[in-house]
């Protein structure tokens, strides 16, 4: 609880002296853990935050109160500002006015902004809860305390280490400003110097050290994204790395000090997020390579099919009616090594022989789906990596923000809206998207909705739209990267291929499928979602392309 006491006390001091006899107008909060004081006779609001990680306390300009969340504590509307004073060795503010006294407790479990009356009774509180009748203070003013919160030392700290005497002597010193007084004494946290040293080396030191709490500048020191904020010139925060920044007004330090923590506390959740995020689906489309790199050497799959199928034929009177495997010897092998065969036990061995001899029929399809599978997941790779490159150069929270964007848009993040809000160039991540020949990218759309916002939101008017003719299905774009790229003959019929193939007619033999620019896609007037006409169309009769055969 004493970590932060000296900050508090300074700012104690400085309010005392600009705000005491100002009058209260509106108190109300628009954040989490903050409650604000705004000042009716002077462009000035005191800010009080009870948040476990970052209390403050600190004056700040006027403010628009658009964003208002709550209204409180209307009593104090009107009420003049009388003193404002901190309890010795606490971090617990006491601001007294004509006819309330408010007390902030930045500590403990009655941690609060507490609106009492003269007699300290409560009357109403920030945080609803069961709340003490009255507001007290664990009494630090032992008998032998300064006001500087440091005991009197007569008698005491004769051969004992430097760092208890410095615990018992001064118990409000956080470790930064202990680590501070032994740097500058010289002496090492575990050494017990004798009480001459003490007497006149550490005390006098501890006398000139509490000046500077009360009197000097304050230092924000900065290294990477770790900030402090110390009243002294720290020797041990500069031998760490730590750099300062000078200010000569607690109320410009320490909101600098909150804003800047709390930017690299969200900054590095942000960063971690993205990170993880992006370092798993590396991981998964690196696994699904290794999968189809396994899976490319399709013919010696197929030839092993065929042998068990031939195999099933040749000892189809000697396998059992319902086994889920069966192992039998190799007849194409001189050395009739057994071969272990899986089977649907609710069918034949000559169905079953049957099922190994279909299983690669459409062998060059296979391998053409392969190959565009292959294409699309290394694109995908290469996007994924030129992230992790980018977030790793980037220091600002809004790209990071913006990357943010981008993995919602490709469903990699979750967000509360539908992906299909996403705009821009993060529109793209909306649709399937096939890769054809390793250049040019074909976008499926997913749906009714989705196909209106392929076909008029994201496509340019001369981009290669397609559709299954006659039937539902969704729509299909080829991007141009240039208005007057003309696109092969062989890209236009792998691209019809897909859309017969995410249309009704996707069981057929040959489909039917109209291409045309986008520019001569019209929507129908009342008709529903993805309801379209077309003009100046052509039509490709083709095969449609199963991309689920891998």
Not at 300 to 323: C, Q, T, W
Not at 368 to 389: H, S
Not at 517 to 539: D, F, L, S
Request: charged share 25%.
């Amino acid at each position: 609880m004493y970590k932060n006491y000296y900050i508090f006390k300074r700012q104690t001091d400085v309010l005392s002296k600009r705000i005491t006899k100002a009058t209260l107008d509106v108190c109300y909060t628009s954040q989490k853990d903050e409650v604000v004081l705004r000042l009716a006779d002077q462009p000035l609001q005191i800010h009080i935050s009870i948040r476990r990680d970052m209390p403050y306390l600190f004056l700040k300009p006027e403010q628009n109160i658009r964003k208002v969340h709550f209204k409180l504590f209307p009593q104090l509307t009107g009420q003049v500002i009388e003193n404002i004073e901190i309890r010795p060795c606490n971090k617990h503010v006491v601001i007294t006015t004509t006819h309330y006294r408010i007390h902030a407790l930045f500590y403990g479990m009655a941690q609060n902004i507490y609106i009492c009356g003269p007699d300290d009774t409560i009357l109403d509180s920030f945080k609803s809860g069961r709340s003490p009748g009255k507001v007290i203070t664990p009494d630090e003013m032992e008998e032998g305390f300064s006001e500087d919160c440091c005991r009197i030392l007569a008698g005491k700290g004769n051969k004992i280490p430097v760092i208890a005497f410095l615990k018992y002597a001064c118990p409000a010193y956080n470790k930064i400003m202990q680590n501070e007084i032994l740097v500058r004494s010289g002496l090492a946290a575990g050494s017990t110097p004798g009480r001459s040293v003490l007497e006149e080396k550490l005390i006098p030191l501890l006398r000139d050290y509490n000046r500077e709490l009360n009197e000097g500048p304050i230092y924000l020191y900065r290294m990477g994204e770790t900030f402090r904020i110390t009243l002294f010139k720290s020797r041990w925060l500069e031998g760490q790395g730590f750099n300062a920044e000078v200010y000569t007004d607690i109320n410009k330090a320490w909101p600098a000090f909150a804003g800047k923590t709390d930017y690299a506390k969200n900054y590095h959740v942000l960063y971690r997020q993205i990170s993880g995020v992006l370092t798993k689906r590396k991981q998964q489309i690196e696994k699904a390579l290794q999968k189809l790199s396994e899976a490319q050497d399709i013919e010696k799959r197929k030839e092993i099919a065929d042998m068990k199928g031939n195999i099933l034929l040749s000892f189809k009177h000697k396998v059992p009616r319902g086994v889920s495997r069966v192992t039998l010897p190799n007849i194409f092998s001189e050395k009739n090594e057994p071969v272990e065969i899986k089977l649907n036990p609710g069918k034949t061995t000559v169905e079953n022989a049957q099922a190994y001899f279909n299983k690669y029929k459409n062998l060059t399809e296979r391998k053409e789906v392969l190959l565009l599978k292959k294409a699309g997941y290394t694109k995908e790779l290469q996007e994924i990596k030129a992230l992790l490159k980018k977030i790793d150069k980037t220091i600002k929270i809004d790209q990071l923000k913006q990357i943010r964007k981008e993995l919602i848009a490709r469903h990699l993040l979750q967000e509360s809206h539908s992906a299909e809000t996403a705009q821009g160039s993060n529109l793209r991540f909306s649709f399937k998207r096939v890769i054809l020949d390793n250049r040019w990218d074909v976008y499926i759309g997913k749906n009714a909705r989705n196909n209106d916002l392929l076909t008029f939101h994201f496509a340019n008017k001369w981009d290669v739209w397609l559709h299954a003719q006659g039937v539902p299905g969704s729509h299909v774009v080829i991007k141009k990267q240039r208005k007057e790229e003309i696109v092969p003959k062989n890209i236009i019929e792998k691209a019809a291929r897909l859309a017969a193939a995410n249309s009704k007619s996707k069981h057929s033999g040959t489909v039917p499928v109209l291409y045309t620019e986008a520019r001569y896609v019209n929507r129908i007037r009342k008709a529903p979602p993805g309801t379209v006409a077309v003009k100046n169309e052509n039509v490709l009769f083709v095969e449609p392309l199963n991309m689920n055969q891998i």
